[in-house]
């Protein structure tokens, strides 16, 4: 418990406020641009798996015994102006009860 005390009391590795207002603003024009960065690839990122998901293509084709199985992929993702997104049926039927 001595130790720790003379250690608590120990003034010898003191810094005066000058030079921690001094460390602190460095540290803080070294930060905001770190910041800013990150920010601007993290929003890439996103950017990226966008287009990736954007140009995702579910056609398959394959053969067993002289059979050929297929699905090719047609829709098209493309959003006229003023319509419902693509690929996406957003109409009710109605069911004749």
């Not at 810094?15 to 602190?24: G, K, W």
């Not at 006229?80 to 957003?90: E, F, R, S």
């Amino acid at each position: 418990m001595r130790i720790a005390r003379q250690f608590w009391n120990d003034e010898g590795g003191s810094i005066s406020p000058f030079a921690t207002v001094l460390m602190m603003t460095i540290l803080l024009v070294g930060i905001i641009p770190g910041i800013a960065t990150l920010r601007d690839h993290i929003v890439q990122k996103f950017g990226d798996m966008a287009v990736a998901l954007e140009s995702i293509d579910q056609s398959y084709s394959f053969e067993v015994d002289g059979v050929t199985s297929e699905y090719v992929d047609t829709n098209s993702l493309t959003d006229p102006v003023g319509d419902a997104p693509a690929c996406l049926d957003l109409s009710i039927t109605a069911s004749g009860e």
